[in-house]
């Protein structure tokens, strides 16, 4: 090779350490950037220029110096898929946590006025007072005031629940609008990474941070699951279902129910459509059977990946109704009767499941106490006929607690006190007519807040009566809470030793940054120092051997 010739092997050397600098100071100052990926030179030797071979073994050949072959990402592709799916079971119990957690200062009444525990207590009070001197006006007076409040403090802990559905939906809304913004994004991307690197000498390596970005805030709130082709296309599935494809974005739609305005999420392009008067597509209940995104009545397992992304954990904490007392009875939402509709529809959820068995007690209370009071009236009229003891007007039994909707039934939220015994308590005088006072109902009374015979759900066997009932509620919140905190922080410890093994091969670090550095450097230095020599020996050719 001619003296000429060799400047280009200095040359080379010169632009690659020079494009090895730039990278090195591209990975230095994205070094906190969010989603940046370490990109690394790769370098490989240039053709190889054949003098002679005049043997076999021992060819004469001279290089032509170093090529720069590309600038690529360092990632792992398993760290990538572990990482992604463990953070989506991460964020599943996130939201089950933070819902226990509400739930708990609900029913804890810590700070938000309920204090329905109290009121519960008050009316135990009342009817114990009430058993030592039944002809008082204070006593009766006393047992009203207490089942009104028993009553407006329980109508505001059942609020309070709904309204934290309320805001879960809110969130479904915004994590499925969230869904969709992202899966047109890495649509958007993915047409610009295929269009960089369709000549195959360019690599969007920073637009390809942007995509994986992507993928781990979708990994966020659901299971996904993606795959790269030969070209640079992503395409993503999420719960087993096409959302990048070809092009296309199958978005995510939300059917809100006409009673409750909770939200379900469907797919668009699944989903069966009528046309209504006015010529818009339109969906119902039924029609969206088949595109719903997740199936709730699916068993939560990790084995299964069903415990993956907070939009499926929201959804199932959040239910898709109101529930009551009729639900831990296997009694629908249509008030039929189907078998396993608790433990498939209710027990999984944590809002539903603790409405259903709130509204047991509210219900359990109520329709006892007026249940008494009708067997008084009644055990006097068959020892008197035409007694008015304990009946109204019309002659029928007083009745303490009344319903706003007879449809409704004995709901927490469809309760009211009968205005005529708020205003005179003293009608239930609870004096017989041979003026004795009438100490069977009040010992009834009692007993009925003293008697073991109660369950809140089908699935627990303990007995509890009035006065437990509500401190074993809240005793199982603080229990499933405990043990969802447990199994989150055995989570965030997985999560967290996989980012933290995964940002070692992806992050940045500036030690090592720094020594790549020093190690260009140096290269560069040399390159220049072999093209000085060249220099100057072609320079020694000119000036003296030339003369």
Same mark, same amino acid.
């Given at each position: 090779?001619?003296?000429?010739?060799?400047?280009?092997?200095?040359?080379?050397?010169?632009?690659?350490?020079?494009?090895?600098?730039?990278?090195?100071?591209?990975?230095?100052?994205?070094?906190?950037?969010?989603?940046?990926?370490?990109?690394?030179?790769?370098?490989?030797?240039?053709?190889?220029?054949?003098?002679?071979?005049?043997?076999?073994?021992?060819?004469?050949?001279?290089?032509?110096?170093?090529? #720069?072959?590309?600038?690529?990402?360092?990632?792992?592709?398993?760290?990538?898929?572990?990482?992604?799916? *463990?953070?989506?079971?991460?964020?599943?119990? /996130?939201?089950?946590?933070?819902?226990?957690?509400?739930?708990?200062?609900?029913?804890?009444?810590?700070?938000?006025?309920?204090?329905?525990?109290?009121?519960?207590?008050?009316?135990?009070?009342?009817?114990?007072?009430?058993?030592?001197?039944?002809?008082?006006?204070?006593?009766?007076?006393?047992?009203?005031?207490?089942?009104? *409040?028993?009553?407006?403090?329980?109508?505001?802990?059942?609020?309070?629940?709904?309204?934290?559905?309320?805001?879960?939906?809110?969130?479904?809304?915004?994590?499925?609008?969230?869904?969709?913004? #992202?899966?047109?994004?890495?649509?958007?991307?993915?047409?610009?990474?295929?269009?960089?690197?369709?000549?195959?000498?360019?690599?969007?390596?920073?637009?390809?941070?942007?995509?994986?970005?992507?993928?781990?805030?979708?990994?966020?709130?659901?299971?996904?699951?993606?795959?790269?082709?030969?070209?640079? #296309?992503?395409?993503?599935?999420?719960?087993?279902?096409?959302?990048?494809?070809?092009?296309?974005?199958?978005?995510?739609?939300?059917?809100?129910?006409?009673?409750?305005?909770?939200?379900?999420?469907?797919?668009?392009?699944?989903?069966?459509?009528?046309?209504?008067?006015?010529?818009?597509?339109? &969906?119902?209940?039924?029609?969206?059977?088949?595109?719903?995104?997740?199936?709730?009545?699916?068993?939560?397992?990790?084995?299964?990946?069903?415990?993956?992304?907070?939009?499926?954990?929201?959804?199932?904490?959040?239910?898709?109704?109101?529930?009551?007392?009729?639900?831990?009875?296997?009694?629908?939402?249509?008030?039929?009767? *189907?078998?396993?509709?608790?433990?498939?529809?209710?027990?999984?959820?944590?809002?539903?499941?603790?409405?259903?068995?709130?509204?047991?007690?509210?219900?359990?209370?109520?329709?006892?106490?007026?249940?008494?009071?009708?067997?008084?009236?009644?055990?006097?009229?068959?020892?008197?006929?035409?007694?008015?003891?304990?009946?109204?007007?019309?002659? /029928?039994?007083?009745?303490?607690?009344?319903?706003?909707?007879?449809?409704?039934?004995?709901?927490?939220?469809?309760?009211?006190?009968?205005?005529?015994?708020?205003?005179?308590?003293?009608?239930?005088?609870?004096?017989?007519? /041979?003026?004795?006072?009438?100490?069977?109902?009040?010992?009834?009374?009692?007993?009925?807040?003293?008697?073991?015979?109660?369950?809140?759900?089908?699935?627990?066997?303990?007995? &509890?009566?009035?006065?437990?009932?509500?401190?074993?509620?809240?005793?199982?919140?603080?229990?499933?809470?405990?043990?969802?905190?447990?199994?989150?922080?055995?989570?965030?410890?997985?999560?967290?030793?996989?980012?933290?093994?995964?940002?070692?091969?992806?992050?940045?670090?500036?030690?090592? *940054?720094?020594?790549?550095?020093?190690?260009?450097?140096?290269?560069?230095?040399?390159?220049?120092? #072999?093209?000085?020599?060249?220099?100057?020996?072609?320079?020694?050719?000119?000036?003296?051997?030339?003369?």
């Amino acid at each position: 090779m001619s003296l000429f010739g060799s400047l280009y092997v200095g040359v080379s050397g010169l632009q690659t350490a020079n494009n090895a600098l730039n990278t090195t100071a591209h990975n230095m100052s994205n070094l906190d950037t969010e989603g940046y990926t370490r990109q690394q030179v790769a370098q490989g030797t240039r053709t190889y220029v054949t003098i002679s071979k005049d043997t076999v073994t021992n060819w004469k050949q001279l290089g032509l110096g170093v090529n #720069y072959s590309q600038t690529r990402q360092v990632r792992d592709y398993f760290y990538d898929l572990n990482y992604r799916r *463990e953070s989506g079971r991460s964020a599943f119990y /996130d939201v089950t946590v933070n819902a226990l957690e509400e739930i708990e200062n609900i029913m804890g009444e810590s700070g938000d006025g309920h204090e329905f525990s109290e009121a519960l207590s008050n009316l135990w009070t009342a009817v114990q007072e009430l058993s030592k001197d039944p002809t008082s006006v204070v006593n009766q007076n006393l047992f009203v005031t207490r089942s009104q *409040e028993f009553i407006t403090k329980a109508s505001a802990v059942y609020t309070s629940l709904c309204e934290y559905q309320d805001n879960m939906n809110r969130t479904v809304q915004t994590e499925v609008n969230n869904i969709n913004t #992202y899966a047109q994004q890495i649509q958007a991307l993915n047409e610009q990474i295929v269009k960089i690197e369709a000549g195959g000498v360019e690599h969007a390596n920073d637009l390809r941070d942007q995509r994986n970005y992507l993928l781990d805030k979708l990994a966020e709130l659901g299971n996904i699951s993606y795959n790269e082709d030969t070209f640079g #296309y992503v395409s993503v599935k999420f719960e087993n279902v096409d959302l990048v494809k070809g092009g296309i974005v199958n978005e995510m739609a939300l059917y809100e129910d006409t009673e409750t305005g909770f939200y379900t999420p469907y797919w668009k392009l699944l989903a069966e459509y009528t046309i209504d008067d006015k010529g818009r597509k339109v &969906v119902s209940e039924e029609s969206i059977k088949n595109a719903k995104v997740f199936d709730l009545t699916k068993e939560i397992s990790s084995e299964w990946n069903t415990d993956v992304g907070s939009l499926k954990s929201t959804l199932l904490a959040r239910g898709d109704h109101r529930a009551t007392y009729n639900e831990l009875n296997d009694i629908n939402k249509d008030g039929e009767y *189907e078998e396993g509709w608790y433990n498939t529809n209710i027990a999984q959820s944590v809002v539903m499941n603790v409405q259903a068995e709130f509204d047991q007690l509210i219900n359990a209370v109520v329709t006892k106490i007026n249940g008494i009071l009708a067997d008084a009236a009644d055990r006097e009229s068959a020892l008197n006929p035409g007694s008015d003891y304990m009946r109204d007007e019309n002659g /029928d039994p007083y009745q303490l607690f009344r319903m706003q909707n007879d449809e409704l039934g004995w709901t927490v939220r469809n309760l009211l006190i009968n205005s005529d015994l708020r205003q005179n308590p003293a009608l239930l005088s609870f004096r017989l007519a /041979d003026h004795s006072e009438d100490n069977v109902t009040t010992e009834a009374l009692k007993a009925a807040f003293e008697e073991e015979i109660y369950h809140l759900n089908p699935n627990v066997q303990t007995p &509890v009566n009035f006065v437990n009932y509500y401190k074993n509620l809240v005793a199982q919140v603080a229990n499933n809470g405990s043990v969802a905190r447990q199994i989150q922080d055995s989570q965030t410890v997985t999560t967290d030793a996989l980012s933290y093994a995964r940002e070692q091969v992806t992050g940045v670090s500036s030690d090592e *940054e720094l020594t790549n550095m020093i190690m260009y450097q140096n290269a560069y230095n040399a390159s220049s120092r #072999y093209i000085n020599v060249v220099n100057e020996m072609l320079e020694h050719i000119l000036s003296t051997l030339g003369r």
